[in-house]
């Protein structure tokens, strides 16, 4: 039975888990894949720290919004002519409140005999010279499966947060949800009134929005009820997508992110295969007939097991990647901890923490589309 110092175990444990942590692509071993998750964090921004808010300064407003109309307008003069001037005042600030999130395992020394591993708590390490090369990212058994798990855990928890509005935990980090909104004529995002705001508010195909419009029809300018997808008149979704892409650009966007659920994507191939399916090759010599992957403008819309999980598979998604963004503080994202162990147990604790948050920059650029 090998006998691991502790200095030496927390070796071990530790580069293990940075390689399960970082395996290949990001979260290879995860069992379901989490395209969300792996978008935002390979493009993640940071910040230092020191302040409790991540601050974006945005802007939609012009003029003289104290007293529109009276100075801030384009006149006429002649001569002599008293004119006016305004002094401009209105940049606005989006605040997002970084958060932290921990994950963390112990194990036992007991359990960990059953792996074939002693640990001693003194700092000798001698004789570890025979523990320093494959057993530094493999270690089979017990130890191996708790920090694979952990690893995948992670993922699991932060795919879900990503995609949610916060409301189950005001500690975590608020998702996708809390940006994208099913109704966006109303609420406070980022300490923004999306009632005085119009400009701060995404688009929206669903339940919720359908019922404000019908309550105020001029909310129809930001979407409506749920789409029914038919293949009639060139399909209802894709005339939906050439509609919204003239929408979501017209303040700058240029959406290139797409997520659906099964059901939303399954309803648009059909469309797609009953208006025609061209290509310059046609059909393959294997006779494919798979439908390939669905562009419109750029975007590729890609499938997120994730929604349907949630009970959105008849949803999705489509904005502008450089709009909405995780801004993770510098060093503390995935940031690993080796805890000392109690001194009255002998136990051995290993942890994740992420701090940061989903932020946006822009909102007018995004989609929320359901079907029926």
Not at 5 to 21: G, K, N, Q
Not at 180 to 190: L, R, Y
Not at 206 to 215: E, K, L, P
Request: charged fraction near 20%; hydrophobic fraction near 35%; include cysteine.
């Amino acid at each position: 039975m090998p006998t691991y110092s502790a200095p030496l175990l927390a070796h071990i444990t530790t580069a293990a888990l940075d390689y399960w942590m970082n395996k290949g692509t990001a979260f290879q071993e995860a069992i379901q894949e989490k395209p969300l998750l792996a978008a935002m964090e390979s493009k993640k921004k940071t910040f230092p720290g020191g302040k409790g808010n991540i601050i974006i300064s945005v802007k939609g407003d012009f003029g003289n919004t104290a007293a529109p109309g009276t100075d801030d307008q384009l006149k006429g003069y002649q001569l002599d002519d008293a004119v006016t001037y305004y002094t401009p005042a209105n940049l606005t600030q989006a605040v997002f409140p970084w958060k932290e999130m921990h994950i963390g395992i112990m194990l036992t020394h007991s359990e960990l005999k059953t792996d074939g591993i002693t640990v001693k708590d003194s700092g000798d390490m001698d004789d570890t010279s025979e523990h320093s090369g494959r057993d530094d990212t493999v270690l089979v058994g017990l130890l191996q499966d708790a920090l694979q798990d952990v690893s995948e855990q992670y993922a699991r928890c932060m795919n879900n947060l990503l995609w949610t509005n916060g409301a189950t935990d005001a500690k975590a980090l608020a998702g996708m949800a809390a940006l994208i909104t099913d109704d966006p004529s109303t609420g406070i995002v980022a300490g923004i009134n999306r009632a005085q705001k119009p400009w701060w508010r995404n688009r929206a195909y669903t339940s919720a929005m359908g019922t404000a419009v019908t309550g105020t029809p001029a909310l129809s300018a930001w979407g409506g009820g749920p789409i029914t997808s038919s293949a009639a008149n060139g399909g209802a979704l894709i005339t939906l997508l050439q509609k919204e892409y003239r929408q979501l650009t017209r303040y700058g966007a240029k959406p290139n992110t797409g997520f659906c659920g099964s059901d939303w994507l399954a309803a648009l191939e059909a469309e797609l295969r009953a208006n025609g399916n061209y290509s310059m090759q046609g059909f393959s010599g294997a006779k494919d007939v798979s439908v390939g992957q669905i562009s419109y403008a750029g975007t590729d819309f890609e499938y997120d097991p994730t929604l349907d999980q949630l009970g959105k598979s008849k949803r999705c998604y489509w904005y502008d990647s450089r709009d909405i963004y995780l801004v993770a503080m510098q060093d503390e994202w995935r940031h690993q901890h080796s805890p000392d162990r109690a001194p009255d147990k002998y136990v051995i604790y290993r942890s994740i923490t992420s701090t940061g948050q989903l932020c946006a920059r822009r909102l007018n650029g995004a989609v929320v589309m359901d079907i029926v």
